[in-house]
């Protein structure tokens, strides 16, 4: 069974995955070090997904499969909130 803690650390994930996208400052500076970020984060989110790949709701499931990564975010984000209210 997928807990609330799983959804929050994949989403801690994805958003660190943006992070680095946005982090324009490293890229200009260190392009080689954002892609190593970027790198690291990636296998962190494959890794993620492939653990709790069975619990995982199947749309869900399709949007880490197909690496709509802001697709995911957004959806973690809203089930999240729906069971907080």
């Given amino acids: ?3 609330f803690m799983d959804l929050e650390s994949l989403a801690a994930l994805l958003q660190r995955r943006l992070q680095i996208i946005a982090d324009h400052d490293l890229r200009s500076q260190n392009p080689q070090e954002q892609l190593r970020q970027l790198q690291e984060v990636s296998e962190s989110i494959a890794s993620a997904h492939e653990a709790l790949r ?5 749309r869900l499931n399709h949007f880490m499969t197909q690496a709509s990564y802001d697709k995911a975010l957004a959806y973690i984000k809203d089930q999240i909130r729906s069971h907080e209210g």
């Fill in 1 to 3: 069974m997928l807990s």
């Fill in 54 to 58: 069975r619990s995982l709701d199947p």
